[in-house]
């Protein structure tokens, strides 16, 4: 008597249901414009231009209070970072 009660309960899948979407379709086929991309992409720019010097002074004195992330980045901006590497500390030096 169970398996009865389970076969009345099955959905027949078989039968489609009918819906404003298509399936297999994208809903946007043109994906997002790329305008917006380039207006927000082009607001950053302008508020790293104007703030350039400040956010690498702001980095600056991070690594200078022991922010190891921050002097890294300094390290790499100076393109210091292949050479400090390469040097071996005289760990015999007084």
Same mark, same amino acid.
């Given at each position: 008597?169970?398996?009865?009660?389970?076969?009345?309960r099955?959905?027949?899948v078989s &039968?489609?249901i009918?819906s404003k979407?298509? *399936?297999g379709?994208s809903?946007?086929? $043109?994906? !997002?414009?790329?305008? *917006?991309e380039e207006?927000?992409m082009?607001k950053?720019r @302008?508020?790293?231009d104007?703030?350039?010097?400040?956010? %690498?002074y702001?980095?600056l @004195? +991070? *690594?200078l209070?022991g922010?190891?992330?921050a002097?890294? $980045?300094? %390290?790499?901006?100076y393109g210091? +970072?292949? !050479?400090?590497l @390469?040097?071996k500390?005289? $760990?015999? *030096? &007084?």
């Amino acid at each position: 008597m169970g398996s009865v009660m389970a076969t009345e309960r099955a959905v027949d899948v078989s &039968k489609k249901i009918d819906s404003k979407f298509k *399936a297999g379709v994208s809903g946007n086929p $043109l994906g !997002r414009p790329k305008q *917006a991309e380039e207006i927000k992409m082009a607001k950053v720019r @302008d508020a790293l231009d104007k703030n350039i010097v400040a956010i %690498f002074y702001k980095v600056l @004195d +991070s *690594a200078l209070a022991g922010d190891i992330q921050a002097a890294g $980045l300094i %390290f790499e901006i100076y393109g210091l +970072s292949n !050479r400090i590497l @390469d040097v071996k500390p005289d $760990l015999n *030096a &007084k």
